[in-house]
């Protein structure tokens, strides 16, 4: 029988982690969440030498054990808790060869939990650049570990620790520090009252503010009634424990670890001189924006085009092979439309991810972040809020879920709340399909009106959310002690299988995503849109027929008024009509209701919506947006999309919150249902009114 | 009476003498912001705020509002 044994892999953030963690597992590995907190779980398989299989989990960048945000909880947790069917059998710690003596505190805290862990020093390809040279069997014995010299980039090491791993058995379980030299008389009382206990465990239980929903309850009870020090007692015995830990490490590195300061070559500093310069730094970023953008508009034309085709001759091919009937006309008018409604985002996503990635990974977001601060500031933003509101464009929900590292929790609240207006990709297919309606084709300088209104879009989004923080900011009264501190990593070049891996897990989550809810709303809507209650609905074309006995209407025109007088009177329609009212002021009618009130779900239902009230009934093989073209406004005749209800359609669409997905995610993040439901109606609210104002206006 | 971190101008060194430990997170403290360490004020962002340090060989941002409760002794540059 094959054994499995669970790894931990643990480090500082900017380690090579995550390119360990890949190296190890290859394809192997699974994205979850951890139960009840949206915290990425990374899990993955790996075959170590005879026959041992290893369950590897990679834990979420930590500098420390003191946890100070919810991804850092989940280390600990899982540390302290020996039940946990995570519970690992042996640590890996890796750290980065040019900062070893700061990864290494880490370590030297994992060594004192008693767990066998072993030491990767990775980036090991960098050593002579910087003219380090390291005497690894003095640092093995010292550490009371086993070492892992690896280089993710060239490949080389993994094999080792792979060995390493197997012989888990054989790795030292000592401590590096003496827990009780923090201070003598306190740890020693702690001691006697807890005979069984490892001290420095009691010792995170006792400062962490950790919830500790998954360990032993009993066992944390028991120490609560020692938490007789004040908190700033804890503290400062927190900093001594700190120096306690360097003091050690660097007795080690003294003489383990020679720099010769001659050879080193610090391009991280060259570079930083100008990439975050006073005026050349917020010129690189703007032009790095400016490629993006454009690059994301060109590269995806072609993709979406085909892609936008493909699903064009599936839904007409179904309608052919299959024989007709309600569930061929499910199929061809609800769900295939409805798919491909998603599908073609994928190219755009794709990209914004890869570009996302690569910022992320080069260690250039980091400098963004340090050039933004101040100017955020202003606005009750955070620098950190730049990275959020970036990756807002691409969706709301990695975004929101990127407000993490944002340690002030007022500048991360309004950061949450004011994401959803930049401009995501759901929004797209609405602004690209009203845009074309409603906009004329010209030119002026070069540049397309259409393209234009887009940009415009896009920086109308990107203002509101500056601009409603600044009001969040002035009303919010929330207490938070400031705090800012960004590591500024070395610059490397984005390992390729680290970006390509980012990019399919982020695409694959946010189409299966999107996709159930969108496969789930075209199915109900065909149905509300195919069938109706009572008398009129059932009897629609004895009535027309009887209506129009006498104009000598062809078939084909009969055929038509039979199938918009069965729309009228389904449950669809009803409901459309119902609160047409409210929405007549805004210039839309019924059937553009029924779509705005599906695209609450997620925005981009909107154009699979009209897609599938347009296409009941009709047979020809018009597109979209020909169908919205033709369409009738019932009071004032003439074309229903106009400049006016086109404009004030896009606004609506820019300011209302159109979420289901979003709201869900800023509940679990803000731990409430205030700030959702906040979010909702004074966006939607705003969206109404300025949408209202807009169609006065210009009507 | 020393300095505070924030008096530091861009391309100078100084060497941490004490660290208000109320004031300062833990985070930054174990990122090696410790009596003892040498620190050097890299790159300033507008208004020398966010200020891009080096200490003792990590790469780090702070705002001036938090360089204030770190207290220095410049060292003379060579």
Request: glycine share 6%; with cysteine; proline share 4%.
């Amino acid at each position: 029988m094959s054994k499995q044994i669970n790894v931990a892999l643990i480090g500082n953030p900017n380690t090579g982690k995550t390119s360990v963690f890949n190296a190890l597992t290859g394809l192997n590995q699974k994205v979850g969440n951890y139960p009840g907190i949206t915290v990425e779980k990374k899990e993955g398989i790996c075959k170590l030498p005879r026959g041992v299989k290893a369950h590897i989990i990679d834990l979420p960048g930590t500098y420390s054990l003191n946890a100070s945000s919810l991804d850092e909880n989940v280390v600990i947790e899982l540390l302290l808790n020996k039940n946990d069917k995570d519970f690992p059998d042996i640590a890996v710690v890796v750290t980065d060869v040019e900062n070893l003596k700061r990864n290494l505190l880490l370590f030297t805290q994992i060594k004192d939990l008693e767990i066998p862990t072993i030491l990767v020093i990775n980036m090991a390809d960098r050593m002579s650049r910087k003219g380090i040279s390291l005497d690894i069997a003095y640092l093995e014995t010292h550490l009371k570990t086993k070492i892992a010299l690896t280089s993710t980039r060239k490949k080389e090491g993994i094999d080792n620790l792979k060995e390493l791993i197997s012989n888990y058995k054989e790795i030292s379980t000592q401590p590096c520090l003496d827990t009780t030299t923090i201070d003598l008389s306190y740890f020693d009382s702690l001691k006697k009252a807890f005979p069984n206990q490892l001290l420095y465990k009691l010792w995170l239980v006792i400062t962490q503010d950790v919830n500790f929903g998954k360990t032993d309850r009993k066992e944390i009870n028991a120490v609560n009634d020692f938490k007789t020090k004040s908190k700033t007692d804890l503290k400062r015995l927190q900093q001594k424990e700190t120096i306690k830990r360097y003091q050690f490490i660097n007795n080690v590195l003294k003489k383990g670890q020679t720099i010769d300061l001659s050879q080193a070559k610090d391009l991280r500093i060259k570079l930083d001189r100008i990439i975050t310069h006073k005026v050349w730094g917020y010129l690189i970023f703007g032009i790095i924006l400016l490629l993006i953008f454009q690059a994301i508009y060109d590269w995806s034309e072609v993709p979406m085009d085909f892609i936008d085709g493909i699903f064009a001759s599936l839904s007409e091919w179904t309608k052919n092979i299959l024989p007709k009937g309600a569930f061929t006309n499910l199929i061809a008018e609800g769900i295939i439309p409805g798919l491909g409604g998603i599908v073609i985002f994928i190219p755009q996503i794709a990209f914004l991810f890869l570009f996302i990635s690569v910022l992320e990974e080069s260690g250039y977001m980091s400098r963004v972040v340090f050039l933004m601060d101040r100017v955020m500031r202003r606005f009750g933003l955070s620098g950190k809020s730049i990275v959020p509101l970036i990756s807002g464009t691409a969706c709301a929900i990695p975004a929101v879920m990127a407000t993490r590292n944002i340690e002030n929790w007022k500048e991360r609240l309004i950061t949450i709340l004011v994401t959803p207006f930049t401009t995501c990709s759901a929004r797209l297919p609405v602004y690209l399909i009203i845009i074309s309606l409603v906009i004329p084709k010209g030119r002026f300088l070069g540049l397309s009106y259409q393209a234009l209104t887009l940009m415009l879009l896009y920086l109308i989004g990107f203002a509101t959310a500056v601009f409603s923080a600044y009001i969040l900011n002035k009303i919010l009264k929330i207490k938070s002690r400031t705090f800012f501190v960004i590591e500024m990593p070395n610059y490397k070049l984005p390992l390729l299988k680290n970006v390509a891996l980012t990019v399919v897990e982020k695409t694959k989550s946010f189409v299966f995503g999107a996709g159930k809810i969108i496969l789930a709303i075209s199915i109900i809507l065909w149905f509300l849109a195919s069938y109706g209650p009572g008398e009129n609905f059932n009897n629609a074309e004895d009535i027309i027929r009887t209506k129009f006995a006498t104009d000598n209407l062809s078939d084909n025109d009969l055929q038509q008024k039979i199938a918009s007088y069965k729309l009228e009177n389904s449950f669809i329609g009803i409901t459309g009509r119902a609160i047409e009212p409210v929405i007549r002021p805004l210039g839309y009618d019924w059937k553009i209701g029924i779509a705005i009130i599906s695209s609450f779900a997620a925005r981009e239902v909107f154009v699979g919506t009209l897609a599938t009230i347009y296409s009941v009934g009709n047979d020809d093989e018009a597109t979209i947006k020909n169908r919205m073209a033709a369409e009738v406004n019932p009071i004032l005749g003439g074309p229903l999309f106009t400049f006016a209800s086109g404009i004030s359609l896009l606004l609506f669409y820019a300011f209302a919150m159109q979420c289901m997905s979003t709201l869900a995610i800023v509940k679990r993040e803000t731990n409430s249902w205030k700030w959702p439901i906040l979010q909702l109606t004074i966006m939607s609210t705003f969206a109404y009114i300025v949408a209202l104002l807009a169609f006065q206006f210009l009507k | 009476m020393h300095d505070t971190l924030a008096h530091l101008k861009k391309g100078e060194r100084a060497v941490i003498m004490d660290v208000s430990s109320n004031l300062i997170p833990l985070k930054l403290l174990e990122m090696g912001c410790l009596p003892g360490n040498s620190v050097e004020l890299v790159q300033v962002a507008p208004f020398s705020d966010p200020m891009y340090l080096n200490i003792n060989g990590s790469h780090l941002a702070i705002r001036k509002e938090t360089a204030i409760h770190i207290l220095i002794e410049k060292v003379a540059n060579e």
